[in-house]
């Protein structure tokens, strides 16, 4: 790229003290998220893709593409617009951005509450993507943490973008921050990276202990009525839903009364 278009693009998106402050602390940030996800056994060493948005800024920060997580580090992020390409002259853009990104872009142009994506190969909430099977609400803390069933959505493998499409058809005004891509893993929301990276941590924990659970015979999903009194008062004093990622209105899927969900096995 010429070096006259090249100083136009970072001027262009790289304007100003503030923005440049933003950057650098959402570089430290994600970076410090892949390290948390592999040391709590939420990633596999390779595979998926974690992001944080700069605030303010149409710009985010992301997984350079086949980056083992142990690698990444705060310049070897790439920074993105929101179309998912790299800023060029920027720290890591001589790296391809995760060939996700533009999903990951695709989710901050159209859910703007959401500041931080993860996609992580956790064990237990990627088995159950693989077998595109919702997690029943099972447990006060699956009411308490996704309002309902963690939802699947449906992932067109091998097209990227397609990542962005399903994470907001499925999570955009639901109260879920959560979604379970068939056939490629879970990806968790969050206002920021680390919020998102905790709620791929509380995710796992609730796949496995249902797994465990349902192993064991007849899961019994608890009454909507439950449901949403646990999931209002987790959330009572978090701010207005417009301004809360995935703000609510209604579970994806409603149980109206107890029901009794068949196991696999
Ligand atoms: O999304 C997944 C798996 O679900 C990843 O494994 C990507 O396919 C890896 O691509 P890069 O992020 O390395 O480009």
């Not at 907001?168 to 969050?190: W, Y």
């Not at 202990?209 to 007849?218: C, K, T, Y």
């Amino acid at each position: 790229m010429a070096q006259g278009r090249e100083a136009e693009l970072r001027e262009k998106y790289v304007s100003g003290v503030k923005t440049e402050v933003a950057i650098a602390r959402a570089r430290a940030d994600v970076a410090a998220v892949h390290a948390e996800l592999l040391r709590e056994g939420l990633a596999l060493p390779m595979g998926g893709s974690v992001s944080g948005k700069v605030p303010k800024a149409d710009l985010f920060v992301i997984t350079p593409a086949g980056m083992p997580f142990a690698e990444v580090a705060p310049e070897n992020l790439v920074l993105c617009g929101l179309d998912g390409e790299a800023v060029p002259g920027t720290p890591g853009s001589e790296l391809a951005p995760s060939v996700a990104a533009a999903g990951h872009g695709y989710v901050y142009r159209h859910m703007p509450a959401v500041g931080g994506v993860v996609h992580t190969l956790s064990p237990y909430a990627s088995a159950w993507a693989a077998r595109g099977e919702e997690i029943p609400c099972a447990l006060a803390v699956v009411a308490e943490e996704f309002g309902g069933p963690v939802p699947v959505g449906e992932s067109a493998l091998g097209d990227h973008d397609a990542l962005g499409h399903a994470v907001v058809d499925v999570l955009a005004g639901r109260r879920a921050r959560a979604v379970l891509l068939r056939g490629q893993g879970p990806v968790a929301v969050g206002a920021t990276a680390r919020e998102a990276a905790s709620v791929a941590g509380q995710l796992e924990g609730v796949a496995r202990i249902v797994q465990l659970a349902q192993d064991g015979g007849l899961l019994t999903s608890l009454p909507q009525s439950a449901v949403d009194r646990l999931y209002e008062e987790r959330h009572a004093h978090e701010p207005p839903q417009a301004d809360r990622p995935a703000a609510s209105k209604q579970p994806l899927r409603q149980l109206n009364t107890a029901t009794k969900t068949k196991t696999s096995r």
